[in-house]
């Protein structure tokens, strides 16, 4: 088994292997919530209670009923109050109408949605809410949905099970929406009339309300007789929550969005006065908002919101001296489904809301019994003490209805309220069951994977020489027989121990269902762990010299410690939420250490040549290393160092300092454009600068890349200036469409690839055309003999002495320097104009980090052999940079913070491929360039073929073992902390991240081993077709 250890691309499969066994944890630790697939119907009523019968449907029936829902999305508890609505305080005073302290369950979690140019805009960028889709989901169901739910449902698919509105549908009730467009792809074909306003694009706070409020003159206006025109009317309002998200809840806008939907409540309420049918008004928020804006926690602002109740007639609320109890956004669902006089849908897990029950006592506990009957059936377990209760309870309702003692019936409405409390978070509790059994393989997993990953990032760094191993002498030659033969032996030990498992454990858990899927699940999991086995075996029988990690010096071993380090601070969930904290302190400490080591290495050669000390006088060169190093290095670190400093105040991320101002928050002030601007101009002017200076990497034939670069560099000019971003210097940019401005830029790209791959298989030098390069020493772009044809020498047809090699590695160098100037352009044209300036501020980083690192800087022997040192030192580095940057950015471990807003440059529409490619590359821009950068340093270093790919093999096993040893160690840490109280506020959105990071890895070494198979193809190529005829 030493080739698996051996092959260079084997720690990519591991890190497959690792991203699989991270979506095994997921399933298990998000798995989606068990929908029974109940349809109710009114026949379904139960006619007996204790084995007396009565006639379910007249008992349960309300009466005629209208139901008004008002969701006003963002509304707080406080905001209901005279000062801010009149109206609705008024009415909440003199007990005309209840108020309720709803709970929204966390997390409230904030997706972007609203597209606006302006940077608090730019942080609400399209914001909706994944937790709007869960809470539309309770309030519609009655039944709480999952965080996968959450996490799964961006494009609000429709909901399968049953709902308010498909019982009401059943019944024949009309019901009619306005507002957010989600409510129509949750609930299709169920609405009478409909408008739906999409939440995407949207740029004021009034336009989505607006569309809401046009349509209540005549939806509110009865019929000849009086009677309203529908049964079920739901009004989803906006404007608040975007007021919240972009300029926070103490925004001067509040107030006057606050008495605009108060006078949206009075004219409501004023038209179900005239109405000759019962109606009934609840106003309510999805959820509440921080006083910073947005929402993305458990905070008592976030999750605590109104829910108002207001009855026409005779109703008067019955808690005199405050607000209602504590309920649940589930109770709204059963609450509409009855006043509707429709059955409960088959999944609610809620109960009828206190005030709205009706007077009589019979019909009261009816309600009751179904409710708590229904819970009971849920939970399923018939031992429990709630269920004992609860048939209490029936035996009260029993005697009553047999004798009509009052007593008897107080005695049973005790008896079930006490049931459906004990029930409720029982019921909440199912929503997060987790598969313990698949948890536990997949951390076995990761941990096997990373042990192996160990195994070959420390066999890559043993030199050459111990790598080159044989069979020792007085041993047998292991044939290709004999290992397949002990591979299925360990197979089928590791597969034997794993079903024992699954059978003795009796675990419900789908992974060991032993169907077909799972069943393929399983073998691929024995299969995983049988050739991390062999490769750890092998390692540990290979690995002798680690001779060159003599050479790590102290600055190596802070890299070291840090890396590993960093991942056992998620024990806690404030450095969590505060990890940029983590890294600011890492990244610091790391600047200073190499500053104050390089200023004692030169004042200590000074203090040397002013004593004329032998050592000087014996090694001039010396002297001009020191100016290099004193004279150079030092001033530019020492700038690098103030860049980092601004870099760091640009953006305010995290959770506790969020809403402090930040240097993007006075940029993107009005008065301060201009100077938005020209950070704007500068950055896209330095990374066009950078793009230059690698071109000479490219084979820049008569200057066609320097031109491409120069297109795509004013495709970004006039995309921002036709955004608004930029004043037009000339022309009619403004009115250019973005679109296909965009389209030009992605056609100069792929065109500058092509064009790239088409010159080394020597097209062009059929026509004549050279290459022109910055050094002829760098550059050699073709294919050669060390002897030219007309000598009298016989070269075999199959062995003729190309410099395939030197042209390969040519090639990769220039498809790497490609690769790192697309990204930069890209990223350029997806950042936010305040945060351009971060895109050449990494490369600067990458250059001057790489150099103050390098191991030869003050001591360059040629005896010592640094290459693995370097390969260490450079690798961790860049990772510490992307990390660094990824924070800069102004992203932070909240879902929160997540911002589509760039996936949608240059769309027209909704396309979930493009927008999340786009919208994660822009995410994660400082790890990818980052990335880019090293191995472009990596392919520009080396002389040679072999050691490229040598530093490229050390390279991406140290990248793949950090990935995978933070995420085993995440994994467990979200294990055992999974029932702490912020498991679903904080631990859960970084497993989410840190998933999302893997796959970004997998591409980021998928993408390194792309580059070098195509230097193969593209050689064999050139030299099977292109020089045949030459030859």
């Given at each position: 088994m030493l080739s698996w250890l051996q092959h260079r691309w084997t720690a990519l499969w591991l890190l497959i292997l690792a991203l699989s066994s991270l979506s095994l944890f997921l399933y298990g630790f998000f798995p989606l919530k068990y929908h029974s697939g109940k349809l109710a119907h009114i026949g379904d009523l139960p006619n007996y209670i204790d084995g007396i019968s009565v006639d379910g449907q007249t008992i349960y029936d309300p009466g005629e009923n209208t139901v008004v829902l008002m969701v006003i999305d963002g509304l707080r508890y406080d905001f209901v109050r005279e000062d801010l609505m009149p109206f609705t305080g008024e009415i909440v005073k003199n007990k005309t109408a209840c108020i309720y302290v709803c709970v929204a369950d966390p997390p409230t979690v904030t997706m972007p949605r609203i597209k606006s140019p302006e940077r608090k805009r730019e942080k609400a960028q399209w914001r909706r809410t994944i937790n709007f889709w869960r809470d539309i989901f309770a309030m519609m169901t009655g039944s709480v949905s999952t965080f996968a739910d959450v996490a799964l449902n961006f494009g609000a698919?429709?909901?399968?099970?049953?709902?308010?509105?498909?019982?009401?549908?059943?019944?024949?009730?009309?019901?009619?929406?306005?507002?957010?467009?989600?409510?129509?792809?949750?609930?299709?074909?169920?609405?009478?009339?409909?408008?739906?306003?999409?939440?995407?694009?949207?740029?004021?706070?009034?336009?989505?309300?607006?569309?809401?409020?046009?349509?209540?003159?005549?939806?509110?206006?009865?019929?000849?007789?009086?009677?309203?025109?529908?049964?079920?009317?739901?009004?989803?309002?906006?404007g608040l929550d975007h007021i919240g998200h972009l300029e926070g809840a103490n925004s001067p806008k509040i107030k006057p969005k606050l008495l605009e939907m108060d006078e949206i409540v009075k004219k409501i309420y004023t038209a179900m006065q005239k109405w000759d049918r019962t109606g009934v008004l609840m106003i309510g928020g999805d959820h509440g908002m921080r006083d910073a804006g947005g929402h993305g926690g458990s905070s008592p602002a976030e999750v605590l919101v109104p829910l108002v109740v207001v009855k026409t007639g005779d109703n008067a609320c019955p808690y005199k001296l405050g607000p209602g109890p504590a309920i649940s956004q589930v109770d709204i669902a059963p609450t509409i489904a009855w006043l509707l006089n429709a059955p409960i849908p088959g999944d609610s897990s809620g109960t009828i809301l206190p005030s709205l029950m009706p007077a009589d006592i019979r019909q009261q506990l009816y309600l009751l019994h179904l409710v708590t009957a229904q819970n009971a059936k849920q939970l399923g377990d018939y031992d429990a003490e709630y269920y004992k209760t609860y048939l209490r309870a029936d035996k009260q309702f029993g005697h009553f209805l047999l004798t009509g003692q009052r007593s008897a019936a107080n005695i049973a409405k005790e008896f079930y309220q006490a049931a459906l409390h004990e029930m409720a978070p029982r019921l909440t509790g199912t929503a997060t069951d987790f598969d313990?059994?698949?948890?536990?393989?997949?951390?076995?997993?990761?941990?096997?994977?990373?042990?192996?990953?160990?195994?070959?990032?420390?066999?890559?760094?043993?030199?050459?020489?111990?790598?080159?191993?044989?069979?020792?002498?007085?041993?047998?030659?292991?044939?290709?027989?004999?290992?397949?033969?002990?591979?299925?032996?360990?197979?089928?030990?590791?597969?034997?121990?794993?079903?024992?498992?699954?059978?003795?454990?009796?675990?419900?858990?789908?992974?060991?269902?032993?169907?077909a899927l799972w069943s393929l699940a399983l073998l691929a999991t024995c299969t995983a762990l049988t050739v991390c086995y062999f490769i750890i075996k092998t390692a540990i029988e290979k690995i002798?010299?680690?001779?060159?990690?003599?050479?790590?010096?102290?600055?190596?071993?802070?890299?070291?410690?840090?890396?590993?380090?960093?991942?056992?601070?998620?024990?806690?969930?404030?450095?969590?939420?505060?990890?940029?904290?983590?890294?600011?302190?890492?990244?610091?400490?790391?600047?200073?250490?190499?500053?104050?080591?390089?200023?004692?290495?030169?004042?200590?050669?000074?203090?040397?040549?002013?004593?004329?000390?032998?050592?000087?006088?014996?090694?001039?060169?010396?002297?001009?290393?020191?100016?290099?190093?004193?004279?150079?290095?030092?001033?530019?670190?020492v700038l690098l160092i103030a860049l980092h400093r601004y870099l760091r105040t640009m953006n305010q991320t995290g959770d506790r300092w969020l809403f402090l101002p930040d240097t993007a928050d006075w940029l993107n002030a009005p008065e301060n454009?201009?100077?938005?601007?020209?950070?704007?101009?500068?950055?896209?002017?330095?990374?066009?600068?950078?793009?230059?200076?690698?071109?000479?990497?490219?084979?820049?034939?008569?200057?066609?890349?320097?031109?491409?670069?120069?297109?795509?560099?004013?495709?970004?000019?006039?995309?921002?200036?036709?955004?608004?971003?930029?004043?037009?210097?000339?022309?009619?940019?403004?009115?250019?469409?973005?679109?296909?401005?965009?389209?030009?830029?992605?056609?100069?790209?792929?065109?500058?690839?092509?064009?790239?791959?088409?010159?080394?298989?020597?097209?062009?030098?059929?026509?004549?055309?050279?290459?022109?390069?910055?050094?002829?020493?760098?550059?050699?772009?073709?294919?050669?003999?060390?002897?030219?044809?007309?000598?009298?020498?016989?070269?075999?047809?199959?062995?003729?002495?190309?410099?395939?090699?030197?042209?390969?590695?040519?090639?990769?160098?220039?498809?790497?320097?490609?690769?790192?100037?697309?990204?930069?352009?890209?990223?350029?044209?997806?950042?936010?104009?305040?945060?351009?300036?971060?895109?050449?501020?990494?490369?600067?980083?990458?250059?001057?980090?790489?150099?103050?690192?390098?191991?030869?800087?003050?001591?360059?022997?040629?005896?010592?052999?640094?290459?693995?040192?370097?390969?260490?030192?450079?690798?961790?580095?860049?990772?510490?940079?992307?990390?660094?940057?990824?924070?800069?950015?102004?992203?932070?471990?909240?879902?929160?913070?997540?911002?589509?807003?760039?996936?949608?440059?240059?769309?027209?529409?909704?396309?979930?491929?493009?927008?999340?490619?786009?919208?994660?590359?822009?995410?994660?821009?400082?790890?990818?360039?980052?990335?880019?950068?090293?191995?472009?340093?990596?392919?520009?270093?080396?002389?040679?073929?072999?050691?490229?790919?040598?530093?490229?093999?050390?390279?991406?096993?140290?990248?793949?073992?950090?990935?995978?040893y933070q995420v085993t160690l995440y994994c467990m840490i979200a294990l055992l902390f999974r029932r702490h109280l912020f498991v679903w506020t904080v631990f859960s959105p970084k497993l989410l991240y840190d998933f999302v990071a893997c796959v970004f890895s997998v591409q980021a070494v998928a993408t390194i081993a792309q580059i070098v198979a195509l230097t193969h193809v593209t050689s064999w190529i050139a030299k099977t077709i292109t020089y045949k005829t030459s030859l």
């Open positions: 698919p429709a909901v399968q099970g049953d709902s308010v509105l498909r019982v009401a549908a059943n019944r024949g009730r009309k019901s009619i929406m306005y507002g957010d467009d989600t409510w129509l792809r949750l609930f299709p074909g169920l609405w009478s009339e409909s408008d739906g306003t999409t939440s995407f694009f949207v740029t004021d706070y009034t336009e989505v309300d607006n569309n809401v409020t046009r349509h209540l003159d005549k939806v509110l206006t009865p019929d000849e007789k009086n009677k309203p025109t529908f049964d079920f009317l739901v009004l989803h309002y906006l313990l059994f698949a948890l536990l393989a997949a951390i076995l997993l990761l941990y096997v994977i990373t042990a192996a990953l160990i195994c070959v990032t420390l066999y890559s760094l043993q030199p050459e020489a111990s790598r080159k191993t044989s069979v020792p002498l007085g041993r047998h030659k292991v044939t290709k027989l004999s290992k397949l033969i002990a591979f299925v032996v360990m197979f089928s030990i590791i597969g034997l121990a794993l079903g024992l498992s699954c059978v003795i454990s009796e675990t419900k858990s789908q992974y060991c269902s032993f169907n002798k010299d680690m001779s060159p990690l003599r050479e790590l010096n102290a600055i190596d071993y802070l890299l070291i410690i840090g890396t590993l380090l960093h991942a056992f601070s998620f024990f806690g969930t404030s450095f969590i939420e505060e990890e940029h904290m983590t890294w600011y302190y890492f990244w610091n400490t790391l600047m200073f250490f190499i500053l104050m080591r390089t200023l004692v290495v030169v004042v200590m050669y000074v203090s040397k040549k002013l004593t004329n000390a032998t050592e000087v006088q014996e090694k001039p060169h010396l002297q001009q290393r020191m100016n290099t190093v004193g004279l150079d290095l030092v001033p530019k670190w454009s201009y100077y938005l601007q020209l950070h704007l101009v500068i950055g896209t002017l330095a990374t066009f600068a950078i793009c230059l200076w690698n071109v000479g990497y490219m084979n820049n034939i008569m200057l066609i890349h320097t031109g491409f670069t120069t297109v795509a560099t004013l495709c970004i000019f006039c995309y921002r200036c036709s955004s608004g971003a930029l004043p037009a210097a000339f022309l009619d940019v403004e009115s250019w469409d973005p679109v296909h401005i965009v389209n030009i830029f992605w056609g100069v790209l792929f065109a500058q690839f092509v064009f790239e791959i088409l010159t080394y298989t020597g097209i062009f030098k059929k026509c004549g055309l050279r290459p022109y390069s910055r050094t002829e020493s760098i550059n050699n772009f073709e294919y050669t003999k060390p002897k030219a044809k007309h000598e009298d020498i016989f070269y075999d047809k199959m062995e003729e002495p190309w410099n395939l090699d030197a042209v390969k590695l040519n090639l990769a160098r220039s498809m790497s320097h490609i690769m790192l100037n697309d990204l930069l352009l890209i990223i350029t044209l997806l950042m936010r104009p305040h945060n351009v300036i971060m895109v050449p501020s990494i490369y600067f980083t990458s250059v001057l980090t790489i150099k103050c690192l390098d191991h030869k800087l003050l001591d360059p022997r040629p005896s010592r052999q640094t290459e693995v040192a370097d390969s260490i030192g450079q690798t961790l580095a860049h990772i510490w940079i992307g990390s660094l940057f990824f924070f800069y950015q102004g992203n932070s471990n909240s879902l929160a913070s997540v911002d589509l807003g760039s996936g949608y440059v240059g769309l027209r529409e909704y396309s979930a491929a493009l927008v999340a490619a786009r919208m994660g590359l822009h995410a994660y821009a400082g790890p990818a360039l980052a990335g880019a950068a090293l191995f472009c340093h990596l392919a520009a270093a080396h002389a040679r073929w072999h050691g490229y790919l040598q530093a490229v093999w050390r390279a991406i096993s140290i990248i793949a073992f950090h990935r995978v």
